[in-house]
Each structure stands twice: as C-alpha cells, then as structure tokens.
Nanobody, 124 residues
Framework: QVQLVESGGGLVQAGGSLRLSCAAS????????MGWFRQAPGKEREFVAAISWSVGSTYYSDFVKGRFTISRDNAKNTVYLQMNSLKPEDTAVYYCAARDTPTLRVHYYEYDYWGQGTQVTVSS
C-alpha cells in the first residue's frame, strides 16, 4: 500500500520561502513519477511540478518556473518542493502524488496515489 505524507506547509509573507516534503512508503519507487499539485478554494486542482524518481527529470508549470524547485532524496524516499518568492496567489492546499509509470504527466487523473495535503498560505 503506497502512502504519501506531506509536511512543511504554513503561513508565510509574500516574498518568503517554504519547503514542502513528501515521504513515500509502501513500494519501490524507482519507476515512479512524483508530482506536486495544488488546489485553492473554488478552483480545480492544478499541476505544479513533477520529477521522475529514476533519472531525476523534472517538469514545471509556467507559473512556478524560476521560483519552485522539485527534488528527491532516494535514500530517504522523500520528494521536496522548494518554494521561493511566494505570492498570495500561491495560497492553496498542496498535494503530493505518485504515478506508477515513468513518464512525466501534468493531469491529476494520471496519478495513482495521493497524500492528504498540506496548507500553504501566503499573506500580502
């Protein structure tokens, strides 16, 4: 049973930084793709970034390029999302997701496992 547990959310002022973590367990993730999504109240869940666990290839949505960085620590089975230069519009619940095929994808329905989410609030 795959389990994903996010942590690291919180309240930060605009321009600040946060690092989200996603601890994965219950499977061997070498062929997986890990993604971060977010959902603000009244909006659809949207893609933020993804990384292939095996080779470390990454892909970002346009609105976070240059500000967010996704990375993984194979030894710890953990994926990170470093978020810099945060804006109030980044406020959302952030979800970690796993896809059990090694191709990067951006749609939420292409991911098989989800964490419970962590709230990120950016004040102006």
């Amino acid at each position: 049973q795959v389990q994903l547990v996010e942590s690291g959310g919180g309240l930060v002022q605009a321009g600040g930084s946060l690092r989200l973590s996603c601890a994965a367990s219950g499977h061997t993730f070498s062929r997986y793709v890990m993604g971060w999504f977010r959902q603000a109240p009244g909006k659809e869940r949207e893609f933020v970034a993804a990384i292939s666990w095996s080779v470390g290839s990454t892909y970002y949505s346009d609105f976070v390029k240059g500000r967010f960085t996704i990375s993984r620590d194979n030894a710890k089975n953990t994926v990170y999302l470093q978020m810099n230069s945060l804006k109030p519009e980044d406020t959302a619940v952030y979800y970690c997701a796993a896809r059990d095929t090694p191709t990067l994808r951006v749609h939420y329905y292409e991911y098989d496992y989800w964490g419970q989410g962590t709230q990120v609030t950016v004040s102006s």
